[in-house]
């Protein structure tokens, strides 16, 4: 539900488990003893994760360590940084491609999806395109666009697929509604405290052609059951 964007890195994960095996069998040859070894690498578990946040397409483990043994020894770079930001530009241009056909094919699957279910009894729709049915119907009162409110929510991809759920983790989540994706800030100013929503979004209206973790391609529609559980503020200031 939140603003945060991240490119998908399925694409990294399934090129590091081609390879995993063949490096673990390696490493673990390595015995952990002293501090300057468990130093380096905890050091080495830390780029780790750091490489695979950037979600680098087609990464190359050999070629990786290779570079982190140049820089550490201080030796020559192999590649210049003119042959560097010409491969950057050039992998981020197909990935960029990639994700905009993945994205344009899930959009068009979710708004043919969105049409047949707006004409299903008891489904409301809005000019935006959100749509919504209305589960519980509370009697408190109803949130501004400057809210802080405290929710419970369940999200799931059309398929079925759970990609969230406070209900779940049994934490309600407390945020700013100006702070969200658009669906959610426009749907909770119709909702009043105690009222529970299933809720129908099309990607314009979550992440749009963005994907903010693997759990959820680009140009996805989403549904959401939300409870509105507490208004905390009128604002994030108070």
Same mark, same amino acid.
């Given at each position: 539900?939140?603003?945060?964007?991240?490119?998908?890195?399925?694409?990294?994960?399934?090129?590091?488990?081609?390879?995993?095996?063949?490096?673990?069998?390696?490493?673990?040859?390595?015995?952990?003893?002293?501090?300057?070894?468990?130093?380096?690498?905890?050091?080495?578990?830390?780029?780790?994760?750091?490489?695979?946040?950037?979600?680098?397409?087609?990464?190359?483990?050999?070629?990786?360590?290779?570079?982190?043994? $140049? *820089?550490?020894?201080?030796? +020559?770079?192999? %590649?210049?940084?003119?042959?560097?930001?010409? !491969?950057?530009?050039? =992998?981020? #241009?197909?990935?960029?491609?990639?994700?905009?056909?993945?994205?344009?094919?899930?959009?068009?699957?979710?708004?043919?999806?969105?049409?047949?279910?707006?004409?299903?009894?008891?489904?409301?729709?809005? $000019? *935006?395109?959100?749509?919504? +049915?209305?589960? %519980?119907?509370?009697?408190?009162?109803?949130? !501004?666009?400057?809210? =802080?409110? #405290?929710?419970?929510?369940?999200?799931?991809?059309?398929?079925?697929?759970?990609?969230?759920?406070?209900?779940?983790?049994?934490?309600?989540?407390?945020?700013?509604?100006?702070?969200?994706?658009?669906?959610?800030?426009?749907?909770?100013?119709?909702?009043?405290?105690?009222?529970?929503?299933?809720?129908?979004?099309?990607?314009?209206?979550?992440?749009?052609?963005?994907?903010?973790?693997?759990?959820?391609?680009?140009?996805?529609?989403?549904?959401?059951?939300?409870?509105?559980?507490?208004?905390?503020?009128?604002?994030?200031?108070?």
């Amino acid at each position: 539900m939140f603003r945060t964007l991240y490119l998908p890195i399925g694409i990294l994960l399934l090129t590091l488990a081609g390879c995993s095996q063949q490096a673990t069998e390696k490493t673990l040859e390595q015995e952990l003893d002293t501090d300057a070894q468990k130093l380096s690498y905890g050091l080495g578990l830390n780029v780790g994760a750091g490489v695979l946040k950037q979600g680098i397409p087609g990464l190359d483990l050999d070629a990786l360590i290779a570079g982190l043994k $140049d *820089s550490i020894k201080g030796s +020559e770079a192999r %590649i210049s940084n003119e042959e560097l930001q010409a !491969v950057l530009m050039r =992998v981020s #241009k197909e990935e960029e491609d990639k994700i905009s056909k993945i994205a344009g094919q899930n959009d068009e699957l979710g708004q043919s999806w969105l049409k047949e279910n707006a004409e299903k009894e008891g489904v409301v729709s809005t $000019d *935006s395109g959100l749509q919504y +049915e209305v589960l %519980i119907q509370g009697d408190g009162a109803t949130p !501004v666009a400057e809210s =802080v409110v #405290k929710t419970h929510y369940h999200g799931t991809l059309l398929d079925g697929t759970v990609f969230d759920s406070s209900v779940d983790r049994g934490e309600p989540a407390e945020f700013p509604l100006n702070q969200v994706i658009s669906g959610w800030t426009e749907v909770l100013q119709l909702m009043t405290v105690g009222s529970k929503y299933r809720v129908y979004l099309p990607a314009s209206l979550a992440y749009g052609n963005y994907s903010p973790g693997p759990s959820i391609p680009p140009g996805s529609a989403l549904i959401f059951e939300i409870e509105l559980l507490e208004i905390i503020s009128e604002s994030p200031e108070l």
